[in-house]
């Protein structure tokens, strides 16, 4: 019996009654009855029958799976989820080291995450359960509570709720899985510390991470201070962008995220020169060891960096003593042990990039290693390591991604080591300065250097034509065909092949009708014409569809955008790019802008940057305003084609009128002047309306035929917009409101849905349903959205 292929099926098992219970809801009486009676089958067969002993092992584990995940999902009646939107004073530690942003106006912006003690509701201390993030707006005068603070504020509780688009990180389950059971905006210096930190081990983490960024600093320029940190510790704060765009491009940018791939690139570099100092076995395991808690220490200690360290540990300590086998089965255990304790890590990307790493270098770089025998063994050790890791993750880059470095061999062949030097020369630059602090400034400059070379290595090989890979998305079972070919191809699994394959003849017939159904497959998207694609995308409190024609050209109408005075959060890059990513979008022939304003606008530069786009649609507002909005130079704002009123273009039989093309004028600005389109498809049309007013809508009534499918509801159910003679006008079908969820302008206003409910118009909002998407043949239309019935439809891979 192979021990360790069961140890991998009762995972299996487990991990399938976790996904089982996602997606179905049983009972508990009848989960714990099924357990029960598969406890009872397993004890009989014990003495009767131990091949049929090991199936039912199997379903044991199988529901384990279930009711653990079960239990994990239920809501305690003390939990802070059970307060929200009701303002309360809290009580409670701060538990993870503070995000800080320095605002204008002396001001600045804190991020907290807090374990709650205590709340005061209806005159009364209630104890309660869970962690809060907290959002808290202060003077730079007013005192930061810091790690292991105990600290009391007054705030409403809110729902946790993320960007809800298939492709995109479930923010809201991460969340959860960190123990986050609700957000918390903190009244204006409401923050007051109680006591200072207890835990003296998580305050000297936090000392320590300060000094040693504050003797980067000293030694080096900032900027290289920030890109050295990230390399040893994880983070983007300070990085420049041209260096993490480079990085993601030639394959390398784990450097820069805690996760299983920067464990691996730390402690493969320990044990590579181990090898090369020809350490014992035994020595080489311990200085893997230490580096590894070193580098969690210093990471924060958080949950996804204890894991990560955990399973980097054992497959290098592993591979440090031979034992590589010893560790496949320390790695189950631990994966299942860990899927115990949090189910839903299943569905965390740190956990499965970091399993699914140590499963990589246990079970595929041994295999890559021996194919390597010939090649001088530095070489050969980093290219087994990097090939094995890159394989394991493929079908999750894919899924998270949409893309893998072709350039990422060369880059971890000749950039990496200068990386590694860079970070065991940081590592030793720390140690040195505690004592020597001449010499410590000295690694420090040499460190500096260092990353120079590799900055301009990085952007070099980022130029490298293809450099970048796309992937589909694929799905759960691309990847479980992808992980069974792996396995196959390593030599762990010998299939039987039926006696009819194995003719030659036949086997030749048979590939070449898989290669042509294959061609025909892929082929027929572009030969015969699909249904016309709208997808209203989830961009919180902006606006952003996307039309995909018949035969695949696509329009982009606003990308949302990001409020830079409040966030740098990229609503373009981070939202909008990987979703059409995830669609396999890769260039864009319309981008039709409504207005120039920062929700429908500011997504656009970096898209500009990302994609070919062949046509940029705008109005006649001054082109310093889009330069203003996209970020973008006033230069390329020129090549922007203006359109005016009763204009029309036709792409793939769809007709895209503009039915307004304001100008600008002293008493006509922003939202009055928004352009109005109006998209056509034989019997279907759909009305954008962009932030024009009711003014602007009774403009419209006078000069087109207004009639339309579906509505986009103009400036997010603002009561300025949507008025009643409006609406008769249009009488369609649908009417869509791009909305950010309890956003602070109170949209939709309860007028505009009084007056949509008024006219039987189906309402469908993104801060409720997500992303929307339509398909219409031009006759009949099927609506269908992210989330149904309250419910994240969300599929994982």
Not at 138 to 143: C, Y
Not at 353 to 370: C, D, E, Q, V
Not at 435 to 451: A, D, P, Q
């Amino acid at each position: 019996m192979n021990y360790l292929a069961f140890t991998n099926a009762l995972i299996g098992g487990f991990i399938l009654g976790i996904f089982t219970v996602t997606q179905v809801k049983i009972p508990f009486l009848i989960l714990y009855s099924s357990f029960c009676i598969a406890l009872f089958g397993c004890i009989y067969l014990y003495w009767k029958n131990k091949k049929l002993l090991l199936y039912f092992v199997l379903l044991l584990f199988f529901i384990a799976g279930m009711i653990r995940c079960a239990q994990a999902d239920s809501i305690a009646p003390n939990d802070i989820s059970n307060f929200v939107d009701k303002t309360l004073q809290v009580q409670g530690e701060v538990i993870e080291i503070p995000q800080e942003r320095t605002l204008a106006g002396n001001k600045r912006s804190m991020h907290y995450i807090v374990e709650v003690h205590t709340v005061e509701f209806a005159g009364e201390k209630v104890q309660v359960n869970g962690n809060l993030k907290v959002f808290a707006l202060q003077d730079s005068s007013h005192t930061i509570a810091h790690i292991s603070d105990c600290i009391r504020f007054s705030g409403e509780i809110r729902e946790l709720h993320g960007y809800n688009n298939p492709g995109s990180l479930d923010i809201v389950a991460m969340m959860q899985r960190q123990g986050i059971r609700a957000n918390c905006k903190a009244e204006k210096n409401t923050v007051e510390i109680l006591s200072s930190g207890q835990n003296a081990f998580l305050k000297w983490i936090e000392k320590s991470r300060t000094a040693v960024q504050n003797m980067m600093e000293e030694a080096m320029p900032k900027e290289d201070a920030a890109a050295l940190f990230a390399m040893l510790f994880g983070g983007y704060d300070g990085i420049k962008e041209e260096l993490a765009l480079a990085f993601t491009v030639t394959g390398i940018v784990h450097i820069l995220s805690v996760s299983g791939s920067h464990i691996s690139l730390l402690a493969g570099t320990v044990h590579i020169i181990g090898k090369m100092l020809r350490f014992p076995a035994c020595l080489s395991a311990i200085l893997v060891i230490l580096a590894i808690v070193f580098y969690a220490i210093f990471s924060g200690f958080t949950s996804p960096v204890v894991r990560s360290a955990i399973m980097g540990i054992l497959a290098f300590s592993a591979l440090a003593l031979n034992r590589e086998k010893d560790a496949r089965y320390s790695l189950a255990l631990t994966g299942l042990g860990i899927l115990a304790i949090s189910p839903r890590l299943i569905f965390d990307i740190s956990f499965q990039l970091s399993f699914m790493t140590t499963a990589g270098l246990l079970y595929i770089a041994p295999k890559i290693k021996n194919i390597l025998k010939g090649v001088p063994l530095f070489i050969a050790e980093n290219l087994a390591i990097t090939i094995a890791a890159q394989l394991a993750v493929i079908p999750f880059i894919a899924w998270y991604f949409n893309n893998v470095s072709l350039s990422a061999l060369l880059a971890n062949l000749i950039i990496v080591p200068f990386i590694e030097w860079a970070m065991i020369g940081g590592l030793c630059a720390v140690l040195l300065s505690l004592v020597f602090s001449v010499v410590g400034k000295g690694l420090f400059i040499l460190c500096s250097l260092t990353i120079g070379l590799v900055y301009f290595m990085a952007r070099a090989m980022a130029m490298i034509p293809y450099g970048l890979l796309y992937l589909p998305s694929g799905g759960l079972l691309c990847g479980i065909v992808y992980y069974l070919l792996l396995f196959w191809l390593c030599g762990y699994a010998s299939p039987k092949i039926p006696n009819f394959l194995l003719c030659w003849r036949k086997k030749k017939k048979l590939i070449c009708s898989a290669i042509v159904t294959i061609i025909f497959l892929w082929s027929s998207q572009f030969i015969f014409a699909q249904p016309l694609r709208i997808h209203f995308i989830d961009v919180g409190q902006g606006d952003s569809i996307l039309i995909t024609t018949p035969h695949g050209r696509t329009m982009l109408f606003d990308t949302g955008g990001m409020r830079r005075e409040i966030s740098d959060f990229d609503i373009g890059k981070r939202i909008v790019i990987p979703y059409l990513h995830h669609y396999g979008i890769r260039e864009i022939d319309y981008l039709c802008l409504t207005h120039a304003h920062e929700d429908h606008a500011g997504g656009a530069g970096s898209l500009l940057k990302e994609f070919s786009v062949q046509n940029v649609i705008v109005g006649r507002e001054d082109r310093s305003e889009y330069a203003k909005t996209l970020g973008y130079s006033l230069e390329k704002c020129q090549d922007f084609v203006t359109v005016k009123d009763g204009q029309f273009f036709v792409l793939d039989g769809v007709k895209i009128e503009i039915f307004s093309a304001g100008e600008v004028s002293e008493s006509r600005t922003g939202n009055e002047i928004s352009n109005v389109f109006r998209v056509s498809y034989g019997d279907f049309s759909l009305l954008i309306t962009g932030d024009i007013d009711s003014n602007g809508e009774k403009e419209l009534m006078r000069k087109h035929r207004l009639k339309s499918s579906v509505l986009k509801v103009a400036h997010h159910g603002s009561r300025t917009s949507s008025c009643e003679e409006f609406l008769q006008a249009v009488n369609p079908q649908y009417a869509i409101i791009s909305v950010g969820f309890q956003n602070s302008f109170g949209h939709p206003n309860p007028q505009v849905l009084n007056r949509l409910n008024k006219e039987n118009i189906k309402i469908l909002r993104t801060d409720q349903a997500g992303a929307i998407l339509m398909e219409t043949n031009g006759n009949q239309l099927s609506v269908d959205s992210f989330q149904k019935n309250g419910k994240n439809s969300r599929k994982n891979p």
